[in-house]
């Protein structure tokens, strides 16, 4: 076979991790017994706002997206982040990832190492954490650390991490005490409808793939409803691939914690399938899927996570653009594109992170932007049309006072069938985007419900 | 730099403007798939703007946007009513602010959604 065929990438790690009990009995079992702790969320250390539910990094992580991440890390494994961003098994990793819990709630647990906790969600037993350390964080340090400062981190950090990140903020609203330790779900969450039928765990979409026969894919990180401009980057970024375009497009809506003004979750899932259930994509080569994530904007880092996720789901190629999952401007707007070109060493990347030792293999695709161009009267590629002041910017905010307006959007904005799933969940909610109803709602209700398991 | 707003125009609002002089300001978006008129902010009322709505930025258009349904709504009543695209018709919105918010704080919980089948 050519040297020119790429095949699919293993897991990151080299095997994907899959910590879930299956058998009820068992799960039973594991879970008899020990001290019981409710899974709480992250409330925003100011206002009292949910901004991140832990029981969504369990889920990836026991599901594999994070592969070979275990569990809540150690203190060490926390410090080796911060610092070079690998695990102490030296595979490259973004973000500390752990379980922490008040003072007061330590106190009332009263484990130690070497303890299982159980872990309840929404009053039903969900998973179990073997306790291998305890130890206190500073939160606020940890929330610099991990998104980096302009002294530090000068190649891509622009201004100081504040209060107006949403990621700095989830790190800054930890609770104190950590309990590090293997997560093992044992009694399998299900997904409430949209999302159950794009819940596609690493393996299976691995196994998905060769059901399709992909050997290449491409992946699209979305929190968006997809416009036509979406729909544009994703054709022509899989034009990419190795002696032929990639075989098919892989959609994961990462899906957390909402802000006010974000479209809801449900329209953001069912709004990407629109794009090949109306033709736009062949279905045979677009799969729409989700992570469970609540986003960290952190831009380079959060790219890095992507990479992750996607390979350990068997993409080949990622598409990248400006501003990668960036919010305001304390990232360099390509910092996304000189981490998978030229590395960062301020973050422990004097390379790209497909050229060092335990790094990634998936295949970055830096895409720049599409728009609008009324005189080659089409979507044209920034790179290639230079008619630069007739061109029309698809600026999301822009789209979203059309939506707000009532206004029905042109087929070169949106397609039709893609509107219609906004109105549909526009209707559903008496609201197009997410208000606060909304986002209280999501944050009681979250995606899944569990069965009931007595132990 | 001064920044500018879209304010879009649906087959009602461009009927509502036949006469008042400002169809040749009328611009087309998206090969005219979209019609619009551009209104210039001058800094000192784009300041008023963004404080006034903690939502409202600018996008890489250079365009304020995410303003309340609101204030485009209540923009467009100025536009007509002044018959101008002029910064007075900013300065009639902002004049107009306590209805402007009153009515944001209804839309921020529902908006009537289009009549369209889904």
Known sequence: MSNLIIERPLPHGGRLVERVVRDPEIGKKMAKGCPAYDIKPTLHFETGVPVRNVYREIMSICYGFFSPVEGSMTQAEVERILKERRLLN????????????????????????GDRVLLRLKGK????????????IDPPELADKTFGTPEDNPEVVRERFDKKHPGWVIYRSLNPIVLAGKYTIINEPKFRPPFDRFWLPPRKCREKFDELGW????????????H??????????????????????????????????????????????????????KPERHLVSICLWDMRYGNPLESLLHGIIRQNMGCTHHMFGRDHAAVGEYYDMYATQILWTKGIPSFGFDKPPTEVPYGLHIKPQNMKEFWYCPKCGEIAYSDNCNHTKEKQKFSGSFIRGMVAEG?????????????????????????PFCNEKYVKEKEKNLEVDLPDMDI | MAHFMVLLLDEKRLNALKGSGLEDKIIDLFGGALKGLNIEVPEELEKKIMEEFASARIDSRGAITDVPVAFNRTLFE??????????????????????????????????????IEV
């Not at chain 1, 998973?127 to 305890?134: G, H, I, R, S, Y």
């Open chain 1, 90 to 113: 030296e595979w490259i990793f973004p973000y500390p990832l752990v379980f922490d819990i008040s003072k007061e709630d330590y106190q009332k647990l009263g484990v130690t190492v």
């Open chain 1, 125 to 136: 037993p969900f998973a179990v954490l073997d306790v291998e350390e305890v130890y206190e």
């Open chain 1, 215 to 226: 050997r290449t894919a491409i992946a699209h990180q979305t929190r968006n409803v997809p």
């Open chain 1, 228 to 281: 036509v401009g979406h729909e544009f980057l994703m054709k022509n970024a899989a034009y990419t691939g190795d002696v032929e375009p990639c075989h098919g497009i892989l959609v994961n809506a990462i899906i957390g914690v909402k802000r006010r003004g974000d479209y809801p979750d449900e329209a953001i899932v069912e709004g990407h399938e629109a794009v090949h259930t109306g033709g736009y994509i």
């Open chain 1, 407 to 431: 206004i029905f959007p042109p087929g070169v904005i949106f397609r039709p069938e893609v509107y219609k799933v906004v109105v549909k969940w526009w209707k559903h909610f008496g609201y």
């Open chain 2, 78 to 115: 100025e536009v007509a009513k002044q018959k101008s695209i002029g910064p007075e018709v900013i300065e009639g919105v902002l004049n107009r602010i306590n209805e402007v918010k009153e009515a944001a704080a209804k839309e921020s919980e529902y908006l009537p959604p289009p009549d």
